[in-house]
């Protein structure tokens, strides 16, 4: 029996996760949108038709799921880690090779990995296969092959020698139990709203926007207009910002 290396530090990657691009963890803007307009209807103020003028703070929010995924498999994979820890997030400079991926330190439960991967022999044959295969418009870094992947990781007791290998390996064992990521989502997601990463809000909440740029006026201007409205009862058919007012009054 080989001896099974308990707590190494593994930094590696998370498994599940597959991006922000397009995927169910993107920010819901719309919802965003949907939330303001109502606020603004209740102020008496036009509804915005886009989220063009959004500050969002994505970084945190990105930042937020990325813990709270941490924290959700680090429960669901507690047979096979002790401890998963975020470190930060890898953002590919085009998404047409690669996506998003979550970089943490994961403390294994060797033996139970070890375990699992021989238990499911054959599974995890055709997961290298698939996964592992080069092909045109592929060439993959690491083998296909069991015997490869033994020979890395001590049979599957130490993940030190490439880190890929815990990361591959841990995704494997979610695929075989279930765990996706709409298995998390519901957990990720509780506490985290959208709302709360709009840096501008109050701008959003309570000014007016030009009719040409469709920028927020600035307070006084957006005031003098809002005080109109109340005072009338007309909602303008045109507003303008300063800038826009000036170029129209220098034709």
Known sequence: MEKITEKQKIKTFLPVFNGFYNSIWDIE???????????????????????????????????????????????MLSDYVENITFENLFHP???????????????????????????????????????????????????SFLKFWECETANFTDFSINEHYL???????????????????????EGIYADNYLKNCAECYENLTCTDCGEFLNVEDGNLVKKYI??????????LCEDCAGKLASI
Not at 167 to 189: H, K, P, R, W
């Open 29 to 75: 803007t719309s919802n965003i949108l949907y939330n303001v307009n109502e606020t603004r209807e209740e102020n008496g103020l036009p509804i915005l038709e886009t989220d063009e003028n959004f500050d969002i703070e994505y970084k945190e929010y990105e930042n937020d799921i990325a813990k709270g995924l941490c924290e959700s498999l680090e429960e």
């Open 93 to 143: 400079k085009t998404y047409n090779f690669n996506t998003d991926s979550v970089n943490c330190i994961i403390i294994p439960k060797a033996q139970n990995i070890r375990d699992f991967i021989y238990k499911n022999k054959d599974a995890f044959c055709e997961y290298l296969k698939k996964n592992y295969t080069s092909y045109d418009g592929f060439i993959s870094a690491y083998s």
């Open 167 to 189: 990361g591959a390996i841990l995704n494997f064992i979610c695929i075989q139990t279930n765990i996706d990521e709409m298995a998390l989502y519901s957990e990720v997601m």
């Open 230 to 239: 109340e005072n009338t009862g007309i909602t303008p058919s045109i507003v």
